[in-house]
């Protein structure tokens, strides 16, 4: 399969392939939330003041994220000294972000940041919006990942599996040919990302429907977003071009670890408290 990762050009900048799919991401997850929120009074503005934070922040984290952990095949050529050298380098440098390369693990951070900044300033019901946000969280999950499938980016280690899919360019260990032939198959991890959101996208919707009646508000966002944290924490392990650092862990699963633990635990604590009041 041939990958493409310059989606267009403007003058002399290129748009990649993944930062097209990170916008169409983002607007469709935008556009699900606003119309859940539809009955809400200020939620158009609301919404896109939200929408405007999470990119602004999590572009400056998972950017951040990404110059300070480069994958091992970017770092061979732009590693962390690079970046600090070249500040105002507009086509590859830590500033152009829409070249490709930001951080997942940073891009969540500043996301959920953005979220509890806004919520508290306009005094907005974190619990009812949190629940109305995961359906377009999860939506924009399942088609941002496909950015990286089609740039050849974050593939997974070799299988013998019937998915496997070739690669046109190989990173270290995997660019060596005469271990890896060019007809070897490696996982292409980006697209079980993509099924996952999918998969507990079609979860939180049939308990939404089901149990509308009988849950507290909040905890079907914890109850999504943590079952996606903690696949998200398992599939980082197949990711095979990212640095790794305590426990062997990526940034990423670092990040999405922490926050399946933390959103299991306010569901422990929220029914730890109730069984306590009754």
Same mark, same amino acid.
């Given at each position: 399969m041939e990958f493409e990762r310059t989606a267009f050009e403007l003058g002399n900048i290129s748009v990649s392939t993944f930062a097209l799919l990170v916008v169409l991401a983002f607007g469709v997850g935008? #556009?699900? &939330?606003? /119309?859940r929120l539809r009955y809400q009074d200020g939620a158009v503005g609301n919404v896109l003041l939200l929408l405007t934070w999470v990119i602004v922040l999590g572009v400056v984290f998972g950017r951040l994220f990404y110059v300070l952990t480069p994958p091992p095949s970017v770092a061979a050529y732009y590693d962390r000294t690079w970046y600090g050298q070249h500040l105002l380098d507009l086509q590859v440098g830590p500033l152009a972000f829409w070249s490709g390369g930001l951080g997942s693990g940073g891009f969540a951070v500043g996301g959920l940041l953005a979220f509890g900044w806004i919520t508290w300033r306009h005094k907005l019901d974190a619990a009812r919006w949190a629940d109305a946000m995961i359906v377009g969280l999860l939506s924009g999950l399942a088609i941002a990942p496909l950015g990286n499938f089609l740039s050849g980016l974050m593939f997974g280690p070799?299988?013998?599996? *019937? /998915? #496997?899919? &070739?690669?046109? =360019?190989?990173f270290a260990p995997y660019d060596d040919?005469?271990?890896?032939?060019?007809?070897?198959?490696?996982? *292409?991890? *980006?697209?079980?990302?993509?099924l996952l959101a999918m998969l507990i996208l079609a979860a939180v919707l049939i308990?939404?429907?089901?149990?509308?009646?009988?849950r507290t508000t909040g905890n079907l966002f914890l109850l999504g977003w943590g079952a996606y944290s903690a696949g998200a924490a398992v599939? #980082?392990? /197949?990711?095979?071009?990212?640095?790794? #650092?305590? !426990?062997n862990l990526s940034g990423l699963q670092g990040v999405m670890l922490l926050m399946a633990l933390a959103s299991l635990g306010i !569901?422990?604590? =929220?029914?730890?408290?109730?069984?306590?009041?009754l």
């Open positions: 935008g #556009g699900v &939330t606003l /119309w070799p299988t013998m599996l *019937p /998915w #496997g899919m &070739t690669l046109g =360019e190989r040919l005469a271990r890896y032939p060019v007809s070897m198959r490696f996982q *292409p991890t *980006p697209v079980t990302f993509v308990i939404e429907r089901r149990w509308q009646d009988h599939l #980082g392990g /197949w990711q095979a071009d990212v640095s790794r #650092g305590l !426990l !569901l422990l604590w =929220e029914r730890t408290g109730k069984r306590d009041r």
